[in-house]
């Protein structure tokens, strides 16, 4: 049996559906937002390259690696894409990460929202053992965010991977456990009713 199934997670300021090519037209959009595709320490698809994109990762969805979905706001529009991915079915693992946002969602509530509502699922539906989160080492934004969040630091991946133009990346890699979800939890909780 495939593990996880895909689900619809659905919030307050956000829903995490299972991306499809319905998305493609919003995504393009986003990422053109901002430029994002050209910040060196991420990968964000060019708008031309959504549809590509979408058809990446509903493959590795096939093969059982990745469960991506379309980040919508409360109106139904996608502004982004996030993922379960390096999927470990047998020990129950997953990595949360392949996230972007447009320019105007990101330090909102949407992502924390999201971050909140995939970390449920993981530890309370799926019964994981752990949920990681990478980044690249030079990433301060991104791993500032994942410190926020309360996860730990594991260590740092020396030349684990190439970027896109062919440069070795360091990939500092963080996680949380169950015993540590119930704070996290809580922290989550606390800045979604900050008013910001």
Same mark, same amino acid.
């Given at each position: 049996?495939?593990?996880?199934?895909?689900?619809?997670?659905?919030?307050?300021?956000?829903?995490?559906?299972?991306?499809? /090519?319905?998305?493609?037209?919003? =995504?393009?959009? &986003?990422?053109?937002?901002? %430029?994002?595709?050209?910040?060196?320490? +991420? #990968?964000?698809?060019?708008?031309?390259?959504?549809?590509?994109?979408?058809?990446?990762?509903?493959?590795? /969805?096939?093969?059982?690696?990745? =469960?991506?979905? &379309?980040?919508?706001?409360? %109106?139904?529009?996608?502004?982004?894409? +996030? #993922?379960?991915?390096?999927?470990?079915?047998?020990y129950?693992?997953?990595?949360?990460?392949?996230?972007?946002?447009?320019?105007?969602?990101?330090?909102?509530?949407?992502?924390?929202?999201?971050?909140?509502?995939?970390?449920?699922?993981?530890?309370?539906?799926?019964?994981?053992?752990?949920?990681?989160?990478?980044?690249?080492?030079?990433n301060?934004?991104?791993?500032?965010?994942?410190?926020?969040?309360?996860?730990?630091?594991?260590?740092?991946?020396?030349?684990?991977?190439?970027?896109?133009d062919?440069?070795?990346?360091?990939?500092?890699?963080?996680?949380?456990?169950?015993?540590?979800?119930?704070?996290?939890?809580?922290?989550?909780?606390?800045?979604?009713?900050?008013?910001?």
């Amino acid at each position: 049996m495939t593990w996880p199934l895909p689900v619809t997670l659905t919030g307050q300021y956000a829903t995490l559906t299972p991306l499809s /090519q319905e998305h493609a037209a919003d =995504l393009a959009e &986003a990422a053109n937002e901002g %430029d994002l595709w050209k910040a060196w320490y +991420t #990968t964000v698809p060019k708008p031309s390259e959504i549809p590509a994109e979408i058809d990446r990762r509903l493959g590795l /969805q096939k093969s059982g690696s990745m =469960l991506p979905f &379309a980040v919508l706001t409360p %109106d139904g529009k996608a502004v982004g894409m +996030t #993922t379960y991915m390096n999927i470990d079915a047998t020990y129950k693992r997953v990595e949360i990460g392949s996230t972007w946002y447009r320019k105007a969602v990101q330090r909102t509530r949407v992502n924390t929202e999201c971050k909140r509502m995939l970390l449920t699922h993981a530890f309370e539906e799926l019964q994981c053992i752990a949920v990681e989160f990478r980044t690249h080492f030079m990433n301060r934004q991104s791993r500032a965010a994942i410190e926020r969040l309360g996860a730990k630091l594991d260590g740092v991946l020396r030349s684990h991977m190439r970027t896109t133009d062919g440069s070795l990346r360091d990939t500092a890699v963080y996680s949380i456990l169950p015993h540590e979800w119930p704070t996290v939890r809580a922290g989550l909780e606390f800045k979604l009713a900050e008013d910001r």
